[in-house]
T-cell receptor, first 117, second 112 residues
Framework: AQKITQTQPGMFVQEKEAVTLDCTYD???????LFWYKQPSSGEMIFLIY??????QNATEGRYSLNFQKARKSANLVISASQLGDSAMYFCAMREGRGSGYSTLTFGKGTMLLVSP | DSGVTQTPKHLITATGQRVTLRCSPR?????VYWYQQSLDQGLQFLIQ???????AKGNILERFSAQQFPDLHSELNLSSLELGDSALYFC???????????FGPGTRLLVL
């Protein structure tokens, strides 16, 4: 079974609108971390946001927020006020167990986001 | 700019050859991770080093090896290269006690 599932291969959004990218995860470990990364066409992987399994509040970083629903095992990324520069591939990733120092990540297949003017 | 550097940026080589990819982590980061991104396999974790010691191993082939040196830079050695090894190889680093991994720009390897 896949540990990270991103069901949307592609998403379209108009500039200035909000968009939600879906991510569900599968783990039996009580301690885990969830991450979102952005990969523009240039290829680099850019860290966006992190949510720990014990964090009580949803993580936010500027225009990015993570809608963490633990019981549903979902960690959706919300981008508010989309910009043309947001067009990229977005990856959800999970770190399981053992905590920092053993932070290997498992990635989903990604969602391609296209922002139109 | 994440602060993680990788060289070379691009590498073209032939089947059967051996190459070395180099990574310098962010200043002060003790952990280095290697990932492979290919069209068919997606992003896969290969191996992690922490302060010179191997910490975790993922889907790394026996033909691949890595090490982390006393100055904390790391090298990934790929030998007996096959066409299927063509991929984007990322190095990432993280600070001791922190979760977030910061990725380098990657080395794009093409095996002909």
């Amino acid at each position: 079974a896949q540990k990270i599932t991103q069901t949307q291969p592609g998403m379209f959004v108009q500039e200035k609108e909000a968009v939600t990218l879906d991510c569900t995860y599968d783990t039996s470990d009580p301690s885990y971390g969830l991450f979102w990364y952005k990969q523009p066409s240039s290829g680099e992987m850019i860290f966006l946001i992190y949510q720990g399994s014990y964090d009580q509040q949803n993580a936010t970083e500027g225009r990015y927020s993570l809608n963490f629903q633990k019981a549903r095992k979902s960690a959706n990324l919300v981008i508010s006020a989309s910009q043309l520069g947001d067009s990229a591939m977005y990856f959800c990733a999970m770190r399981e167990g053992r905590g920092s120092g053993y932070s290997t990540l498992t990635f989903g297949k990604g969602t391609m986001l296209l922002v139109s003017p | 700019d994440s602060g993680v550097t990788q060289t070379p940026k691009h590498l073209i080589t032939a089947t059967g050859q051996r190459v070395t990819l180099r990574c310098s982590p962010r200043s002060g980061d003790l952990s280095v991770y290697w990932y492979q991104q290919s069209l068919d396999q997606g992003l896969q974790f290969l191996i992690q080093y922490y302060n010179g010691e191997e910490r975790a191993k993922g889907n790394i082939l026996e033909r691949f090896s890595a090490q982390q040196f006393p100055d904390l830079h790391s090298e990934l050695n790929l030998s007996s290269l096959e066409l299927g090894d063509s991929a984007l190889y990322f190095c990432a680093s993280s600070e001791a006690g922190r979760e977030t991994q910061y990725f380098g720009p990657g080395t794009r390897l093409l095996v002909l």
